[in-house]
C-alpha cells in the first residue's frame, strides 16, 4: 500500500456519491484517492484491474445487491476491507453482511463520526499488516 488510502464507493445514488467525496477528505488525516461507481459491474471490473484497499457500498443498489460485491471482494483473496451503509437493519441483511466478511456496517443515515472511525481501523489494518510483511523479510 502506498500513501494513499484507494477506496472504491458504490451507490446507485449520486447524491451519496457526491456527499462521500466531499465529506471523506475532511473526515481523515490520511490521504485517500476514491474512485465512484453506480452500479456493481463497473465496480468489480474496476477492483479486479485495480490494486485498491477498501470498498464502500450501499447494500441495495437498484436491482443489485452490494452483498454480492462483498463476496467478489472475498473471493479475490487481496485483504480489500468492506464498510457497508445501509437503512436496511433486519436481521436477515446483518446477517448476511456479517457471514459475506463485511468488516463495518454504517446504518444510513450515518454519521460523520462512524465513516472517519471505520476509515481510520481500515487504514490501521493496512498498516499493520504492512509493517508485519516488511519485518518479516
Not at 454519521?111 to 472517519?116: A, F, K, P, S, T
Request: negative net charge; proline residues 2%; contains cysteine.
Amino acid at each position: 500500500m502506498d500513501d494513499k488510502l484507494k477506496l472504491v464507493l458504490v451507490d446507485d445514488q449520486e447524491d451519496i456519491l457526491e456527499t462521500l467525496e466531499i465529506k471523506i477528505p475532511d473526515l481523515c488525516d490520511f490521504d485517500i484517492e476514491m474512485f465512484t461507481f453506480t452500479n456493481l459491474q463497473d465496480a468489480t471490473d474496476f477492483i479486479f484491474e485495480n490494486p485498491i484497499e477498501a470498498v464502500i457500498t450501499d447494500i441495495h443498489l437498484g436491482e443489485e445487491l452490494g452483498i454480492d460485491i462483498f463476496e467478489y471482494c472475498s473471493y479475490l483473496n487481496k485483504g480489500i476491507q468492506v464498510i457497508a451503509l445501509s437503512g436496511d437493519t433486519s436481521k436477515e441483511t446483518l446477517e448476511k453482511c456479517f457471514n459475506a466478511g463485511v468488516e463495518y456496517f454504517l446504518n444510513k443515515p450515518f454519521q460523520d463520526e462512524q465513516i472517519q472511525e471505520a476509515l481510520s481501523k481500515v487504514r490501521n489494518h493496512f498498516q499493520y499488516w504492512n509493517k508485519v510483511i516488511k519485518d518479516s523479510m
